[in-house]
């Protein structure tokens, strides 16, 4: 592979941008000053910018916590996606793995490892997914066996056993545990129970926790340990 498509494919920066390091004599591969955008290099080779080595990656994985008033998807031609978070030398090939409603908030893992979105995104993946939720009415213990016992929507949809845990503090708050994640799901299962979900906030997917310290339209990268747990979630 080229150079310059190489340090691009890292992230290091756009292909203009990764050219111009080049030609100012920032970029070495096996110690060497490189100046030529063209070379042809592998992920064997030690490649570096800056000052910094440039290891190989073959997927990128983020976490966002999504802020409300953004669509989940690549892109739309009238409103603001989840992607526009990111710088556009980032964003090639990522997708958000499942999807929150425009005005959920919270997590949301964005990669280009399509096999490990399909894998957390099955039903027999058991992956569950706790959202922090908020109702228009105090939230009661029957409204919790009725999650527990899998109920049945409104359009005959039937949906596997939930958790409903409902703050010791605030009978209108709760932690709502789910599997799946079919349309308007949470929403759909307080619809059910006579109430409405005021506020909806995604905490965790598998053992990939919000980060506390992500303010809302913030991003990182996954440590390698919340990488390697994601594939055994
Ligand atoms: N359930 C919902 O109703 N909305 C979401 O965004 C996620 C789960």
């Not at 058991?126 to 919790?144: C, F, G, I, N, Q």
Request: with cysteine.
């Amino acid at each position: 592979m080229r150079l310059d498509k190489y340090l691009a494919d890292m992230h290091v920066g756009s292909r203009s941008e990764v050219k111009e390091l080049i030609r100012k004599g920032k970029v070495s591969v096996n110690g060497a000053v490189i100046k030529d955008p063209g070379l042809a290099v592998t992920p064997q080779d030690a490649i570096e910018a800056a000052g910094e080595t440039i290891g190989y990656q073959e997927h990128f994985y983020y976490m966002l916590n999504k802020p409300a008033g953004i669509l989940t998807a690549t892109e739309d031609k009238k409103q603001p996606t989840v992607l526009d978070l990111f710088p556009e030398n980032l964003r090639k090939n990522l997708s958000p793995v499942g999807r929150l409603d425009k005005d959920t908030v919270g997590l949301l893992l964005i990669t280009d490892d399509g096999a490990l979105a399909h894998r957390l995104l099955a039903p027999k993946s058991h992956v569950d997914k706790v959202y922090l939720a908020k109702s228009d009415l105090p939230l009661v213990s029957e409204d919790a066996e009725r999650f527990a016992s899998g109920m049945t929507l409104s359009d005959g949809t039937e949906l596997m056993p939930g958790k409903l845990e409902i703050s010791g503090d605030d009978p209108c708050e709760a932690l709502v545990t789910i599997r799946e994640g079919k349309f308007h799901q949470i929403k759909r299962m307080f619809e059910a129970c006579g109430k409405k979900v005021v506020y909806l906030k995604r905490l965790s997917m598998g053992r990939l926790q919000l980060d506390p310290e992500l303010a809302e339209g913030a991003w990182r990268e996954l440590t390698e340990e919340e990488v390697s747990n994601l594939s055994g979630s």
